[in-house]
């Protein structure tokens, strides 16, 4: 519920007997490359703080790496298990985080906000220096890393808000949001026959709207990756480890679907999305946190991680998925996923 700061993964959301509600994020200030908001884009001064079980999380992370900015932006990695404080730093020695020196994000928004009643969502921004939160807006986020953070991108970044497209890609993307990244929360959260039922029909048909979109493109805009690709990449990839049955969202599994199958294994496997997944992480929060769904906390062994790296052919309807530029470097060694972890 509000309030209740192990609510999930994105505290943003109200949980219980109500019906499922997601709420818009309280601290919604822009880092900006003219600081507007009083928080201008500058390198190493502010810590991105992420869950990777998290989709919405997730996202800041895919686009963090393709466009290069895992120097200028540090991340840090909470736990995916929460306790009653919510996010914890217990996966780093000592269970502080290393540079914030606090042992739970909910000190980074108390340090903003004291009192602050809502839930303490990922992800969220927090200013190194004064150790107080920034903005946990996951949807501005990104957006303003494609925008705001232009001077600090790695050469050949690829251009993931494109002007001429925006346009196009917000209906794109607000439908995607509403029935599916949102939709199965609606659906695995549901209290009633009625309301489930209505968000998985959402859900089901807005992954039939996308099938036919995709099966003459490879992406969602066409011929390159877009921040719509990295919206409905971390929902694709957790569907048949979570979704589908945690979540109930069982018409099909994705790997039943031979289009949007082949389109994440290709996302998978670009650099910059699947080396960013932690499956291991994935399954634990979501069977082990949401204890209202699923009381025994029991993690299911599959589904079997190494379908993720078989063909897709994909290729064959050509494209460029970083349009003139090029694919990100390695991940850096403190940030790579841990072997069992992923195929």
Not at 310 to 326: A, D, K
């Amino acid at each position: 519920m509000s309030g209740d700061r192990s609510a999930g993964e994105d505290g943003n959301a109200e949980y219980g007997r109500k019906k499922f509600r997601r709420s818009p994020s309280h601290f919604a200030d822009r880092i900006t490359a003219d600081g507007r908001d009083g928080w201008p884009v500058e390198p190493g001064r502010y810590r991105l703080v992420v869950s990777r079980a998290c989709p919405w999380a997730s996202r800041a992370l895919v686009s963090r790496r393709l466009l290069g900015l895992e120097e200028a932006l540090p991340v840090a990695v909470a736990d995916p298990i929460q306790d009653s404080r919510s996010w914890r730093f217990t996966l780093d020695p000592g269970g502080r985080d290393p540079v914030l020196g606090i042992g739970f994000l909910s000190e980074a928004y108390d340090a903003r906000e004291t009192g602050y009643p809502g839930g303490v969502s990922v992800p969220a921004v927090v200013d190194v220096p004064s150790g107080r939160l920034v903005t946990n807006d996951y949807r501005q986020l990104t957006l303003d890393l494609a925008t705001e953070w232009t001077a600090l991108h790695r050469p050949g970044a690829p251009e993931l808000y494109p002007q001429d497209l925006r346009d196009e890609m917000d209906e794109v993307m607000d439908g995607v949001h509403r029935d599916l990244n949102n939709g199965v929360y609606r659906a695995g959260f549901a209290t009633t026959q009625d309301e489930y039922a209505a968000a998985c029909r959402d859900v089901f048909r807005r992954l039939d709207a996308l099938t036919e979109r995709l099966s003459g493109q490879r992406y969602l805009m066409g011929e390159t990756l877009t921040e719509a690709d990295i919206r409905l990449f971390t929902t694709l990839v957790r569907f048949d480890a979570v979704y589908h049955g945690h979540f109930k969202c069982n018409r099909e599994k994705l790997a039943e679907n031979p289009v949007l199958w082949a389109y994440v294994r290709d996302l998978y496997q670009t650099p910059g999305f699947g080396d960013t997944v932690d499956f291991d992480h994935i399954k634990r929060h979501y069977y082990q946190v949401h204890t209202g769904i699923n009381p025994t906390a029991i993690v299911p062994l599959g589904p079997d991680l190494s379908s993720w790296l078989t063909p897709h052919h994909r290729e064959r309807l050509g494209g460029r998925p970083f349009g003139e530029g090029t694919a990100p470097g390695p991940v850096p060694e403190a940030e790579r996923v841990p072997e069992g972890h992923r195929p």
